[in-house]
DNA sequence: CATGAATGAGCGTTCATTCAT
DNA sequence: TATGAATGAACGCTCATTCAT
């Protein structure tokens, strides 16, 4: 009756290993509320009742295990903010690879986090999201300011709306990179290196000349 | 068994308006599979029965609604395609405000394409979305084919990569204008125009400078 | 509201016959809950209320249409019981060709007849299986009747138990002409003239000898 | 989704056996269509899921129920198979009995094997049919050879004709034991045992002599 | 602590029947 | 007279959750 993480904690590391993976997989394939606890204890072969002992209910397993992938989403961002002697744009670049990377190491996981940017009815969905978006979106800014101060981007730029921009376009590449496209579209233009050069080389391009210069 | 949309048709057009209005928020609110007939016809107050002779089934009455709305995604576009005397960057602009004139009034709609994205279990989706993906490409494609021969984008430009670079920028546009801001976070930086003409402007200087200037 | 059966009556003769003829293949595919009113308007391209404006309901459309057949499942029998001249075999022979010939002709009827036969929730069973059986075993008590008085049959033969016996085996020749046996079965180990010849050379022996010839 | 059959077996035999028995009574009265499974769950006075849970679905039901049956329906003929110093004949009039008693035993199951024979939308129809015709053709053919063997039955005997009329003469038999005549019927004209030596008698008569005595 | 049988509201869907037009 | 839109009970089935063992 008592949702009881402790009993979660004490089981061994295998297995609740196995139980996460087999719920990020039902998470990410269905969404959640489509996800089917039936599925996952079956798959698992354990008790259902195991399952709540261990978080309550479907929202506490989703929690749990969503929870502790957020930390995750921010890692990649943290080893490159705390590389020097990069420019503005190589650390660009970089970010786009590291994140890419860590969209191909952790499928599922970001499979949940496109599910629950447009799924207003996903528990904790504000929570989660606030998390993530704050993270990446303070560490765009220490970028771009970084990027000033060091004369790589001109110092009349409108930081926000730069936010906004790089946000967008780097979420959007990260997106094109997880989700397959659809039959018969021109899929993979160019190696994954190649595109985040190209595209760093865009924004450079966009980002560099003063908006005054018309 | 008997999909007989002759039924339908044949209702009065306020009926008909209130169906499908009352359908297209319970697919924005909850997505394909959570969305609920029952409540559907609850909130219209007729029988279930009705429903699903207008339409069939569940995915009839889906297929129904967006495929009207299929159509509405591509109008906007049209229109400033056959405007003539504007240069790419203006059309881009007008691009933008179109889309999001459209996103504010038929914000439903916009929902559940957003929904529609990431949810491979969304019936038909790869049929609408290849639909509203090819259309604006080819839109794409032929703004910038016609800027390029107008002199106003490089003529070296790699199109596939700035049709790419482009869908990504607006559509990301399109979302942070329909999806309100997670609490807490910085809304609204700007008007709907002013934002379109920094971004169109952003566009411009990313794709101006010929990529070999390095 | 009233079922007036007079409105069917003024239709022109061949939407009756047609009304009637996809009825009665909806009942012997469907049997007779299992088959849709639904369906039936459909195929004939009417709208339902006239269905049941012309039987009332499903049950009285059924009645209708079964109720005209039930004669039909006399007929062959008058015929031969009026022959003269033909010895009691010869009449048996000819019974079996005839049912068989009946079957072929109105392979709809007879399904919906064998489905009736142990489908006791089946409307009017008892009415029209009592109607075909008497009528049956009338004839077939007369058969023999004639037989014993020709001398073709022993004297002392129990009469009921050689209706029975008749009945049961007759009404199992027309099953298998009519049901197509199941995947694999050997089937049709002869055509219908000799079948019938044999079957009847087989009774014959049975009845022939008086049963106290031990 | 989660057939689990597993979970059936685990329930205690008393309550087992309810749920079977019931199921079959409902079966037996409707067919398999109109056979619902609300009114099985209501008066068995389980949750509706439960029976879900045991067999995935009414046809997971049904294979079940019928199944075990058809065991049923092979049982007495072995019996008789395997006795020696019987005559034909004799085995013949056991079979009757044995197969009466069956009947008598298990009347809901033959009710559903009647229905199934002529309702072609019956589920599982040509398996459970074919099963339980391979296995009565193959006694009789056996039956039939062991009588020729023996010299009880003329060598020259038609065996796929022989087998095939006391296939239907025995399963009319059967029919008329089950089903409750149509009122007003002459019924019962005697006994089971007589009955059965009756039919016997006649068929030896029928078999015995050899076709060509003409 | 793990188990898994039980629950019952909810789902999408079908149907014979009614009745205003 | 013919129409066909409307009805709503019933269908087979799924689900997260509970709790006695």
Redesign the pocket.
């Known amino acids: 009756?008592t949702p009881?993480p402790?009993?979660?904690e004490?089981?061994p590391e295998e297995k609740r290993r196995r139980v996460l993976d087999e719920a990020t997989v039902e998470f990410a394939e269905h969404g959640y509320?489509?996800?089917?606890?039936?599925?996952?204890?079956d798959r698992l072969?354990?008790?259902?009742?195991?399952?709540?002992?261990?978080f309550?209910?479907?929202?506490?397993?989703f929690e749990h295990l969503f929870g502790r992938a957020v930390a995750g989403f921010k890692k990649p961002l943290k080893e490159i903010r705390d590389t020097s002697g990069l420019t503005f744009f190589e650390r660009i670049e970089r970010s786009l690879v590291a994140g890419c990377r860590f969209v191909e190491d952790h499928p599922q996981l970001y499979r949940i986090y496109l599910k629950m940017l447009f799924n207003e009815n996903f528990p904790l969905r504000e929570r989660f999201l606030g998390e993530i978006r704050g993270a990446h979106a303070k560490y765009l800014r220490r970028l771009i300011e970084d990027g000033i101060q060091a004369g790589q981007l001109p110092a009349d730029l409108d930081t926000d709306t730069a936010v906004f921009t790089l946000h967008a376009v780097m979420d959007r590449f990260f997106q094109d990179h997880a989700v397959p496209p659809l039959d018969g579209e021109p899929s993979e233009p160019a190696a994954l290196p190649d595109k985040a050069r190209s595209l760093a080389e865009f924004l450079r391009r966009g980002l560099a000349a003063t908006p005054s210069q018309e």
């Open positions: 009756m009881s402790k009993t979660f004490n089981l509320h489509q996800a089917s606890v039936n599925r996952i204890v072969g354990i008790a259902k009742g195991s399952l709540f002992k261990y309550g209910n479907k929202q506490g397993l």
